[in-house]
């Protein structure tokens, strides 16, 4: 398999679904991943509807739930995925920094891809 922190080529990339507000700054997010070492490709979703939309054309490697994002509690999210027969992990955004959220994507993938 290969290391999160290596990808390098679109085909490399992690698949990340963010569900959070479009009210929310989103180059942050992607500046703290890159810092470190993953490269994303994101999907950023912030209504029920689609999220259904988006889990059922795309797969993922990840998902990222703001939990202030109105309407989709981590209990919706979770039923939607098992709706749609994906395994994803699901790294929920709490108090900690953006750097610190990105921090746990890498551990959490690089034990999970490795």
Known sequence: ???????????????????????????PFRA???AVGIHARIARVD???ALNAT?????FDVVVL????????????EA???DHGRFI???????ESIEAIAGAIK??????LN
């Open 32 to 34: 703290a991943l890159r």
């Open 47 to 49: 209504i029920e509807p």
């Open 89 to 95: 992990p699901i790294v929920v955004m709490g108090t």
């Open 1 to 27: 398999m290969h290391n999160p922190g290596e990808m390098s080529g679109n085909n490399d990339k992690v698949r990340i679904l963010l569900i959070r507000s479009w009210t929310e700054p989103f180059a």
């Open 55 to 59: 889990l059922g054309r795309s797969s």
């Open 80 to 82: 939607r995925l098992r």
């Open 107 to 112: 551990q959490m993938l690089d034990t999970r």
């Open 66 to 77: 703001d939990p202030s994002t109105p309407g989709i509690s981590r209990e919706v999210v």
